[in-house]
């Protein structure tokens, strides 16, 4: 054994310390890479990484502490005990693995990172020293406790150091970072500082025990090639698989980011993005989509949305039916609706991800607010829609103005009424086909013309003041007889005349071929009437005038009236501005004689008076008129008056139609004349006729009154011899049948004179008959009638005039028994019918023969067949009957055939009915 | 009082019609005394008024209808009972006559002899 003393001098080959000191680089390097896989790795992934991890450091740094020992060369030899170099092995690894472990954490605190680097340096010094004691040589190992202590300590700094450092540079995504370097090189140079240390402390005294061998390995030049090269593959492998991993891992994690990127795109974007499934149903979104569809925020918007909003629009189909066939939607614009329901206007740009797996897909799209930008497109739109239709409405305007022009020309042209317009120059500027014709002017030789120049007869009529004052009150003025001679004709025209801006248009309307036919027309009945209702010559003429007034200008109009007895002419009717009526005068040689002696019309204008004048017809008369116009008044072929009309002004002249007009209202007068006349011969017929029924019954019934009562004193004589007597009393009942037929006769004139009135009272026709039936029973019964009467009971009273009905029953009962031949058969019945009595009576007498029938009740017929049964009778009886029945109300008729018999009825209204 | 003792003043300017009617009424027991016009009738009725007046209407110088309007005028007169007896049937003499006030108005062709006595009875009596 070597003295204890005794130092062995150690040596160290520098080229394994640098060996060494770049393994602990590798190794701090490796151990740096793999914090970062660790940290980035979960579950499984991190434990491989962990374990792996921890193996290829602590092999590092076990291998750097061989080849350290393998540095230090004793000078005897030194064999390593296998056993105590897998332990140490296994050290370095639990340190690593700690280490590892606590660098890989999220978080790292400085109490964990205290006890992980006091592990971790315990583990790498324990692995040293560990290594320490595996030496097996013939020496004795001595420690320097000092720097014993101070290689735990460094190894503990060195480990917090290392473990800061790893942290601080594992999130290093790229490969092979600078900083990790720097680390790598510090953390690679402290390890064998703190390897060296220890070493330091160890110092050796040689032994005279023989180290045990048994397990005991050399570790030979080619070992420690092997270590190196054992130690580089595993740290290069584990480097490798490293990069290898975060390249990976750099992939997913620049995927994140993308992720990461787009999702702040997605919220952050000013444009709309969306998710939603085909049906519409909005899986995502953004605010600024929601906010597009009036939302405060996505989350307000996904709250609150019904499903299907999105996609509820009109565009839905050709949205999702192009997304299914195309895949994706570009530039897609369409209208949608708002939360508040107004249209809102995007574009979008969409995609149409099919669903993996069966699962539905999914649509993702973008889209902006177009709409400001449609309603300008619409507002602009609009305004082109309007500009366009605005020139097509222009386009239409002036064709209907064309059309209306064309349309206008041919009414113009069609009207028969006479159209001319007067421009401002006076120039006559249209003259349609009406004016050609009823003013009888050619357009040629008006148009372009003035007016009044070329047409003196309107210039000479009411027209131009007319147009004057039209045109200075700016208002519509109508003439409604402007008098116009045209070709010798005269006319009347109805013109009105429209004032406007670029001149004067008027209308000529010749009333006299229209509206004056309807005129004359309504005038002439009008005369007529008027002929027919006079009830004097005064009022004749009054109307006369006032007719012939609105037919003519006839201010001035006179008749006058030629009595051919006194041979004087007469002017009983006389109206006229200049002269008074002449008194009436023998015949001299005016106008009206003319018209008188001729028996013909005289239409005498100026020329025609001079003319006659020259002729020697006629002398000057009163005021010379313009133009005169007289007809004569004619009864059959003779001339009894004149109706004339004249004219003392200039602008009023008569023609044809007035003499046609006049002659007929002469006409008229004539008539009337002539009935007045006959209706005063008449009246005074009447009155005559009249007054002799009065004084004829008068003056008869006086001196029949006197035959009457003297036979009647003479019947009362005494000792007359009977053939006196009769003859007194044949003279008796002939004075009472004239007494009977003067009476009869005065109460007809009275009757139909209306001077008899009747004093109907309640009357019962049953007692009226019986009285009759009484007085000529005697009379019955000397014809051997068979009479019988019927109804009598059930007969109601009538209002009628006792008296006088009484004579009607007894006129009907004696033309009875008058009427039958003896022995014949009379039957009378009466009764109520409805509401009417009926009182009949039917006799088997001679009849009426048909002829007869129908005269049978007029005034003083007598039937044909009368004269056989008597001559006598006035025919007055059944006249006086019906006069009587017909006064009362009620009606009387005869049916009768000859030589069989008639029946005579009449009836009578219930409740009076006195007519 | 006896109807003999009853003076008629009959009015009638036709001598025929006047004879035959005063003699009848004679027969029937009147005291009958005769005008033939309206002055005389006004004179006999003032000078003496008789009981009862038959008055003819056509008569020359004074018409019945003054003598009846006479009597109605007159106080004295007035009481007279007055049947007319006319050939006249002039509806507007009838009304005027009925306004006065008269007892008949007979026409003579209707009239019998015998009806007018009883008529001037009844006149008389009533």
Redesign the interface.
């Known amino acids: 054994m070597n003295p204890i003393n005794g130092t062995l001098p150690g040596s160290y080959d520098y080229r394994l310390v640098a060996l060494s000191v770049l393994i602990a680089i590798l190794a701090s390097y490796t151990a740096l890479d793999l914090a970062g896989r660790v940290t980035a790795a979960r579950g499984w992934a991190r434990l491989t990484w962990l374990t792996g991890g921890a193996m290829a450091m602590g092999l590092g740094i076990w291998s750097m502490h061989y080849i350290g020992m393998l540095a230090f060369s004793l000078p005897v030899p030194v064999r390593y005990f296998l056993p105590t170099v897998v332990m140490s092995l296994l050290a370095a690894i639990f340190a690593s693995a700690v280490a590892l472990y606590v660098v890989s954490r999220q978080k790292m605190g400085p109490l964990p990172a205290a006890i992980g680097s006091i592990i971790m340096g315990s583990g790498i010094a324990g692995m040293h020293y560990i290594g320490m004691a595996a030496m097996r040589l013939s020496a004795e190992c001595m420690y320097d406790m000092r720097l014993v202590n101070l290689s735990v300590v460094l190894a503990i700094v060195i480990s917090l150091v290392a473990l800061w450092l790893t942290f601080r540079f594992r999130e290093e995504v790229k490969g092979t970072g600078w900083r990790k370097i720097v680390s790598a090189l510090v953390m690679g140079a402290a390890i064998p500082v703190m390897h060296y240390t220890g070493m330091a402390a160890a110092s050796f005294g040689p032994s005279g025990v023989p180290p045990d061998w048994s397990h005991a390995v050399s570790i030979s030049s080619l070992g420690v090639a092997g270590i190196t090269i054992v130690t580089f593959m595993v740290l290069g492998l584990a480097v490798l698989t490293s990069f290898l991993d975060r390249r990976f891992s750099a992939q997913t994690l620049e995927l994140e980011s993308s992720e990461a990127r787009y999702r702040m795109l997605f919220e952050r974007s000013l444009a709309g993005v969306y998710r939603i499934t085909l049906e519409g149903r909005i899986l995502d979104c953004n605010d600024a989509f929601s906010r597009i569809f009036g939302y405060t925020s996505r989350a307000e918007h996904l709250a609150q949305a019904a499903d299907g909003q999105y996609l509820g629009s009109a565009d839905r189909e050709v949205y999702s039916a192009r997304l299914r066939e195309q895949k994706a939607l570009t530039n897609f614009e369409r209208c949608l609706r708002r939360k508040d329901g107004d249209p809102v206007w995007v574009l979008e740009n969409a995609t149409f991800l099919d669903g993996k797996n069966g699962a539905p897909g999914v649509i993702e799209g973008t889209l902006i607010d177009i709409t400001e930008r449609k309603q300008a497109e619409a507002e602009l739109e609009k305004a082109k829609d309007a500009a366009e239709s605005a020139s097509f409405e222009k386009e239409q305007m002036l064709q209907t103005i064309q059309r209306s022009e064309t349309r206008l020309r041919e009414v113009i042209e069609s009207i028969n009424e006479g159209m001319c317009v007067v421009g401002r120059d006076e120039l006559v500027e249209l003259w349609n086909r009406g004016a050609e014709e009823s003013l009888r002017r050619a357009r040629q030789d008006i148009l372009g013309h003035p007016l009044f120049g070329v047409f003196p007869e309107l210039q000479k009529s009411r027209l131009p003041p007319a147009l004057t004052e039209a045109r200075r009150s700016g208002t519509t003025l109508v003439l409604e007889d402007l008098q116009l001679t045209l070709e010798g004709t005269h006319h009347i025209f109805l013109a009105r005349v429209f004032p406007f801006e670029g001149g004067t248009t008027i209308f000529f309307n010749d009333v006299g071929e229209q509206k004056r036919a309807e005129k004359v027309q309504a005038a002439t009945f009008r005369a007529a009437e008027a002929a027919n209702a006079a009830l004097s010559l005064e009022d004749l003429f009054r109307a006369t005038h006032s007719i012939v007034a609105d037919l003519m200008p006839a201010k001035n109009l006179y008749v006058s009236l030629y009595n051919p007895d006194t041979e004087t002419l007469s002017f009983p009717y006389f109206i006229d501005e200049h002269d008074p009526a002449p008194a009436p005068r023998k015949l001299k040689k005016g106008l009206t004689e003319y018209v008188l002696r001729t028996g013909k019309a005289l239409l005498a204008l100026p020329e025609v008076v001079r003319e006659l004048k020259e002729k020697g017809q006629i002398e000057g008369d009163g005021t010379p008129s313009v133009c005169w116009l007289g007809v004569p008044v004619k009864k059959g072929e003779d001339s009894v008056g004149v109706l004339a009309v004249q004219s003392y002004a200039e602008s009023v002249t008569f023609g044809e139609e007035e003499q046609k007009i006049l002659t007929f209202v002469a006409a008229q007068m004539a008539m009337a004349i002539e009935r007045m006349r006959a209706e005063a011969e008449l009246k005074s017929a009447l009155q005559m006729k009249s007054d002799f029924v ?1 004084f004829a ?2 003056q008869l ?6 035959i ?3 036979l ?2 003479a019947a ?1 004589e005494e000792n007359l011899s009977e053939e006196t007597a009769s003859f007194i009393q044949d003279g008796r009942e002939s004075a009472q049948r004239l ?1 009977g037929m ?2 009869d006769l ?1 109460d007809v004139s ?1 009757l139909e004179s209306g ?3 009747l004093a109907p009272k309640e009357t019962s026709l049953a007692e009226l008959t019986q009285s009759v039936l009484k007085d000529v029973s005697q009379y019955i019964e000397k014809q051997g009638h068979h009479l019988s009467v019927s109804g009598m009971e059930g007969v109601p009273p009538v209002e009628v005039d006792p008296q006088l009905f009484r004579q009607v029953i007894l006129n009907m009962v004696s033309n009875a028994i008058k009427y039958t031949p003896s022995g014949g058969k009379i039957d009378i019945r009466m009764g109520r019918e409805n509401s009417f009595v009926r009182w009949a009576i039917t006799d088997s007498g001679i009849g009426v023969p048909k002829a007869s029938l129908a005269r049978l009740f007029e005034k003083f017929y007598r039937a044909e067949n009368v004269y056989k049964i008597e001559t006598e009778g006035t025919g007055l009886g059944l006249h006086l009957v019906k006069l009587i029945v017909e006064k009362s109300g009620g009606r009387i008729w005869c049916e009768s055939e000859e030589n069989k018999g008639s029946t005579f009825q009449f009836t009578l209204p219930l409740g009076g009915g006195n007519a | 009082m006896s109807m003999n003792t009853k003076r008629v003043l009959l009015v009638e300017d ?1 001598r ?2 006047r004879r ?2 005063e ?2 009424l004679q ?1 029937q027991g009147f005291n009958v005394s005769t005008a033939r016009d309206g002055e005389e009738a006004l004179r006999a009725i003032h000078a003496d008024p008789p009981d009862i007046v038959l008055l003819d209407l ?1 008569m020359p110088k004074v018409s019945g209808i003054e003598v009846l309007k006479d009597i109605k005028s007159d106080d004295k007169t007035r009481a007279i009972p007055v049947i007319i007896l006319t ?5 507007a003499d009838i009304r005027e006559i009925e306004s006065l006030g008269v007892s008949g108005y007979l ?8 009806e007018l006595g009883s008529q001037v009875k009844q006149a008389l009596e009533g």
Do not use: M, Y
Not at chain 1, 701 to 706: E, H, K, N, Q, S
Not at chain 2, 87 to 91: G, H
């Open positions: 009065s019954t008068h019934r006086t001196p029949l009154a006197g009457k009562w003297s009647e004193l009362q007494i003067v009476n005065l009275r001077k008899l009135k | 036709d025929f019609l035959a009617c003699k009848s027969q056509l050939n006249s049937s002039k509806e026409v003579k062709a209707n009239l019998s002899l015998e």
